[in-house]
T-cell receptor, first 109, second 114 residues
Framework: LAKTTQPISMDSYEGQEVNITCSHN???????ITWYQQFPSQGPRFIIQ???TKVTNEVASLFIPADRKSSTLSLPRVSLSDTAVYYC??????????FGAGTRLAVHP | DGGITQSPKYLFRKEGQNVTLSCEQN?????MYWYRQDPGQGLRLIYY???????QKGDIAEGYSVSREKKESFPLTVTSAQKNPTAFYLC?????????????FGQGTRLTVV
């Protein structure tokens, strides 16, 4: 399974765009990249998933370069409610869904 | 409504006792997972099951046991052999055999040893 590396924490202010980068140098050909969000005392929630280039949904964008060794989750115009832990996962097929330590995002007024 | 349900939300256990955490899903998912989360830490995989009557150990299976007799149910037993069981336990389910996988999580069970 490909190992992922993310920053431990990030700080931002309301209204700013936040970009969280995840490194996954050993990603396999059939692996997808998935991001989850977790609030305190709750289970993680799926945000977005992609294989290559760019994926956008109503809450975020995911940018994946051609070599797929990294990915960037982009949250546009964050609010206080975006304060959470964000996890990057790399998996495909028979996956065990291994979570890393995640990135703790704090959004300030 | 489809979803995944964990019960109870809070659980207290005396030292030396076994306790079973419930996880039920009506999403028709083949795969189910159990995670443990300690304060300020990420999720660590305890056990996972890709199909009924089959399950595999995760990274921290010692002191835990599971069963998968029905597709919709994946109970976790925390045994007395688990030396530090106080933690937040999360159950998840997903489709199997797909690279594009979205896991759905329950609301968790917070276990405290008293």
């Amino acid at each position: 399974l490909a190992k992922t590396t993310q920053p431990i924490s990030m700080d931002s202010y309301e209204g700013q765009e936040v970009n969280i980068t995840c490194s996954h140098n050993n990603i396999a050909t059939n692996d997808y990249i998935t991001w989850y969000q977790q609030f305190p005392s709750q289970g993680p929630r799926f945000i977005i998933q992609g294989y290559k280039t760019k994926v956008t949904n109503e809450v975020a964008s995911l940018f994946i370069p051609a070599d797929r060794k990294s990915s960037t989750l982009s949250l546009p115009r964050v609010s206080l409610s975006d304060t959470a832990v964000y996890y990057c996962l790399v998996s495909g097929g028979y996956n065990k869904l291994i979570f890393g330590a995640g990135t703790r995002l704090a959004v300030h007024p | 409504d489809g979803g995944i349900t964990q019960s109870p939300k809070y659980l207290f256990r005396k030292e030396g006792q076994n306790v079973t955490l419930s996880c039920e899903q009506n999403l028709n998912h083949d795969a189910m997972y159990w995670y443990r989360q300690d304060p300020g830490q990420g999720l660590r995989l305890i056990y996972y099951s890709q199909i009924v009557n089959d399950f595999q150990k995760g990274d921290i299976a010692e002191g835990y046991s599971v069963s998968r007799e029905k597709k919709e149910s994946f109970p976790l037993t925390v045994t007395s052999a688990q030396k530090n069981p106080t933690a937040f336990y999360l159950c998840a389910s997903s489709e199997r055999d797909r690279a594009v996988t979205e896991a759905f999580f329950g609301q968790g069970t917070r276990l405290t040893v008293v």
